[in-house]
């Protein structure tokens, strides 16, 4: 079966850097995809990895490993409006997105 | 730009009552559309997408169904909701070439079946 699997929920503090690691198995890959959603919001696109290495946007940048079949995402210098959960998914050999259920940040001042 | 409408934002529903959830995008043309349903604390489920008019794929047998009537519109339907349905309903849109594809969301609906 197809399997993605991040941590449920993670605490950082403001200012620091945080790492949210994410693992898949699918059925083929056609690129990693990291969106933000804020509680009671619709998600909203981050990034997208194909290729392995770092994709770097200001402070957040994600990477990948297609041969570990592993990602990450790194936020630097928290805010509090970084509170919120984060969404890993796979697109699979049918062009379809098979989404994890998400990491919860949760930032303390 | 584009824009992606749904409506209602809020929904309670009692169990046995129909459903519709509408979704219009705005500012491109013929896009994949997709409907998705999250559960409290959950990841999103694929319920239904579809690449053009009329065309429309399922991917989990339930009592909902969707319709594409217009090339930017995109229904979510049920003759008789039950428990099960409530969640928060969102609604996406790709385009259809290049090589990202990524998804963008409507406000979603939330969903309450009573």
């Known amino acids: 079966g197809q399997n993605i699997d991040q941590p449920t929920e993670m605490t950082a503090t403001e200012g620091a850097i945080v790492q949210i690691n994410c693992t898949y198995q699918?059925?083929?890959?056609?690129?990693l995809f990291w969106y933000q959603q804020h509680a009671g919001e619709a998600p909203t696109f981050l990034s997208y990895n194909v290729l392995d290495g770092l994709e770097e946007k200001g402070r957040f940048s994600s990477f990948l490993s297609r041969s570990k079949g592993y990602s990450y995402l790194l936020l630097k210098e928290l805010q509090m409006k970084d509170s919120a959960s984060y969404l890993c998914?796979?697109?699979?050999?049918?062009?379809?997105?098979?989404w994890g259920a998400g990491t919860k940040l949760i930032i303390k001042p | 730009s584009q824009t992606i409408h749904q409506w209602p934002a809020t929904l309670v529903q009692p169990v046995g009552s129909p459903l519709s959830l509408e979704c219009t995008v705005e500012?491109?043309?013929?896009?994949?559309l997709y409907w998705y349903r999250q559960a409290a604390g959950r990841g999103l489920q694929l319920l239904f997408y579809s690449v053009g008019i009329g065309q429309i794929s399922s991917e989990v047998p339930q009592n909902l169904s969707a319709s594409r009537p217009q090339d930017r519109q995109f229904i979510l339907s049920s003759k008789k909701l039950l428990l099960s349905d409530s969640g928060f309903y969102l609604c996406?849109?790709?385009?259809?070439?290049?090589?990202?594809?990524?998804?963008?969301f409507g406000p979603g609906t939330r969903l309450t079946v009573t």
């Open positions: 996406a849109w790709s385009t259809g070439t290049g090589d990202h594809y990524e998804q963008y």
């Open positions: 500012g491109t043309s013929n896009p994949n």
């Open positions: 699918t059925s083929g890959f056609n690129g």
């Open positions: 998914a796979v697109r699979d050999e049918d062009y379809q997105l098979i």
